[in-house]
């Protein structure tokens, strides 16, 4: 990656900014020279005053949509053909966004950088031309966004224990086999915005960052496993406050960093954090990251959900489960001063494994009964979740 040095004067005031830059023609974008820049434009802050930013272009053009309705699309969907079928579908209906996998839940890249890039060595070839792929997106006008999963990875944890948590001799590892990273640890913050800056630079208009958070459990073992505490040991709090602040401040830190890149930043959330204070295990303040957010994602599948808000078995009912968490939600947003937007995780899949009685088969019924729940509380964006990227059809997404 190659650095430079951009200065230039507004208002009377110089301003110094050193941004990661490569030329369109280092890239081998195959664009003129000079489409990706950094330019300088003003932006209105909170408080109504005007100053000037950096802002890089990627050379791609999106606009925001009306509201955010969006499908998840995994790298081997966006770099098949399966990607063809997708956007078949989003042109077909009132979709309009797609979340595309850039960092996986292993750890890896999805598309495959230039040996100067860092991150080189964890790139897997799922996504063989990302621009080709972008180019389609800005052609189809689908409002692209870039899933980082960052705390849960595999690949780095077993390539540096150190920011890991160690069990003994071993990475720790959970009951599916994978390791986490260590939130407390700002070498891991850097490395997984240096991936985020990189997918803004490539022309993702969004950072969805997921995994932000401590592994499930962790208040049950984080006084067994080793691990590096960073700054926070000398924090005067107890251990739940730690990781709190721990993932707070990333939130906080990666949404600063990326200002430069005329990107929005969102977090994915498990529903249940807003439910309480904070979740003590993992880190999770709702609250507080939303406050640091353009837009919060909270993952609110019905059934992922035990006995909630009054419903028994809430993947039987998923009107009545969207609906009443839609309301809680609604009153912790209304609490803050600048609120982000909502746009829960939907679900699109049949949860079998909850066993006979527990489930229904998710289809065109179940999954309008979600969105109309939201809509109903004033809930205008949406995602839709399923693993396999198989969405229901005939499905009508409009508020």
Known sequence: MKWKKWAAAAAGVAV???LPFQSADAEGTGKEAGTHQVRAMAMKEKDGSVSPRFKYDSGLNFEYPDAVRGIYVTGHSAGGSKFGQLTKLIEETDLNAMVVDIKDDNGNLTYVPEESSP???IGQPFIKDPEQVLETMEEKKIYPI???VVFKDTVLANKKPELSFVDGNDVWKNGRGESFVNPFVKEVWD????????????GFKEIQFDYVRFPEGFENRDDELKYDGGTYTSEDSDNVQKRVHAVTDFVEYAHKQLEPYDVEVSVDIFGYSATLPEAPGIGQNFSKISENVDVISSMIYPSHWTSYFGIDKPDLEPYKLVAEYSKLENKKLDELKDPPTS???LQDFTASWLGSGNYKAYGKAEVEAQIKALNDNGINEFLLWDAGNSY???VDYTP
């Open 16 to 18: 110094l900014c050193a």
């Open 119 to 121: 991150y080189h060595d």
């Open 146 to 148: 870039a899933r980082v």
């Open 191 to 202: 490395y997984n915005v240096g991936i985020a800056i990189e997918a803004a630079k490539m």
């Open 343 to 345: 746009r829960p995780w």
């Open 392 to 394: 229901t059809k005939g």
